[in-house]
């Protein structure tokens, strides 16, 4: 975790600038045995033609990061707010999405991801990005720049010690992890399985079959008394 949270502070600081730039973190926990994870970054088509970079630049620069190299990297373009958008989608290797799974338990039907609070505390100090872009996150969210990571767990989610849940999924923004506790916990519970819905429609069916059985038999028997 440590280090997807230090590749999202890496790209804000180092390709920000005037903040017009968007990185979407998804977290899909599948279940006890799967989890894929994603990250989308934007950068403003205007914000790059003004500096002179290209789409290309930054993506020959991402494949040569330490951090990235093994990520799938894919062009994308966006309109957003009428404002044109270019970046890529990254689909994280498997060394990344075992860290998850190393942090997952699975009880019964409860799901729990649970992280050390320090694997966002000392990665994130958003005190860096005043002191190497000149602006405060507040000033930075207003000028368009986005951090977010979206965890989504097997079942409901049922609690969370950061982030919001929104239509069941938490929702981690970056003054969030300005207040991260001691532990980052997430916890969701699929519905138990059971046979007495099955059993209900079963006997259902069975019900329907014995009654259109007996109306056949009453009709096949009627028709004969008449006969």
Same mark, same amino acid.
């Given at each position: 975790?440590?280090?997807?949270?230090?590749l999202?502070?890496?790209?804000a600081?180092?390709?920000?600038l005037?903040?017009?730039?968007?990185?979407?973190?998804?977290?899909?926990?599948?279940?006890?045995?799967?989890?894929?994870?994603?990250?989308?970054? =934007?950068?403003?088509?205007?914000?790059?033609? #003004?500096? *002179? +970079?290209t789409?290309? &630049?930054?993506?020959?620069?991402?494949? %040569? !990061?330490?951090?990235?190299k093994?990520?799938?990297?894919?062009?994308?373009?966006?309109?957003?707010?009428?404002?044109?958008?270019?970046g890529f989608?990254a689909v994280?290797?498997?060394?990344?999405?075992?860290?998850?799974?190393?942090c =997952?338990?699975?009880?019964n039907?409860t799901? #729990?991801? *649970? +992280?050390?609070?320090? &694997?966002?505390?000392?990665?994130?100090? %958003? !005190?860096d990005?005043?002191?190497?872009l000149?602006?405060?996150?507040?000033?930075?969210?207003?000028m368009?720049?986005?951090?977010?990571?979206?965890?989504?767990?097997p079942?409901k989610?049922?609690?969370?010690?950061?982030g919001?849940?929104?239509?069941?999924?938490?929702d981690?923004?970056?003054?969030?992890?300005?207040?991260?506790?001691d532990?980052?916990?997430?916890?969701?519970?699929?519905?138990?399985?059971?046979?007495s819905?099955?059993?209900?429609?079963?006997?259902?069916?069975?019900?329907?079959?014995?009654?259109?059985?007996?109306?056949y038999?009453?009709k096949?028997?009627?028709?004969?008394?008449?006969i």
């Open positions: 975790m440590k280090k997807i949270i230090k999202l502070t890496v790209f600081i180092s390709l920000a005037t903040g017009c730039m968007k990185v979407h973190y998804q977290i899909n926990v599948i279940d006890k045995d799967n989890v894929d994870a994603s990250m989308k970054i =934007l950068y403003s088509k205007e914000m790059m033609d #003004t500096y *002179k +970079m789409q290309e &630049d930054i993506k020959a620069q991402m494949e %040569t !990061d330490e951090g990235l093994d990520w799938e990297l894919k062009d994308v373009s966006e309109k957003i707010d009428g404002e044109e958008y270019v989608n994280a290797p498997k060394s990344i999405t075992k860290d998850f799974l190393d =997952l338990t699975v009880e039907n799901y #729990t991801l *649970k +992280m050390e609070s320090d &694997d966002l505390g000392e990665s994130v100090n %958003t !005190d990005f005043e002191e190497q000149g602006y405060s996150i507040d000033k930075l969210e207003e368009g720049l986005e951090i977010g990571i979206k965890v989504a767990m079942g989610v049922k609690s969370t010690t950061i919001t849940i929104k239509d069941n999924v938490v981690i923004g970056l003054k969030d992890l300005q207040n991260v506790g532990e980052i916990t997430i916890v969701s519970e699929e519905a138990k399985s059971t046979t819905n099955t059993g209900i429609i079963i006997g259902g069916v069975a019900l329907v079959i014995v009654i259109a059985g007996g109306l038999f009453y096949n028997k009627k028709r004969k008394m008449i």
